[in-house]
């Protein structure tokens, strides 16, 4: 049983800063896969930064140039760095990690209001 738990979530003005993690209950040499998803009130979960085995990273249009996926495998976590953030930043961060089949944390909120 893969669990991922997700810490960081907090209130902050726009133009702030945040720094998620995830730390995983194994190796995240693991999984195929490592990334971040969000949603938003009345929206569906969507794919925010992903970060494949080999260091390959993959950002949303929204997001790109903002946020920074990450890793610290000697820690089995993966952090999402994001900056300059938005009110339309606000949202509840889940992260996801792949291994055969999908695993999920309970998620982390981050509400960006001034």
């Known amino acids: 049983q893969v669990q991922l738990v997700e810490s960081g979530g907090d209130l902050v003005q726009p133009g702030g800063s945040l720094k998620l993690s995830c730390l995983a209950s194994?190796?995240?040499?693991?999984?195929?896969?490592m990334a971040w998803y969000r949603q938003a009130p009345g929206k569906e979960r969507e794919l925010v930064a992903r970060?494949?085995?080999?260091?390959?990273?993959y950002y949303a249009d929204s997001v790109n140039g903002r946020f920074t996926i990450s890793r610290d495998s000697a820690k089995n976590t993966v952090y999402l760095q994001m900056n300059s953030l938005k009110a339309e930043d606000t949202a509840v961060y889940y992260c996801?990690?792949?291994?055969?089949?999908?695993?999920w944390g309970q998620g982390t909120q981050v509400t960006v209001s001034s």
């Open positions: 194994r190796s995240i040499f693991s999984f195929g896969s």
């Open positions: 970060l494949l085995d080999g260091g390959v990273t």
């Open positions: 996801h990690a792949n291994m055969g089949r999908d695993y």
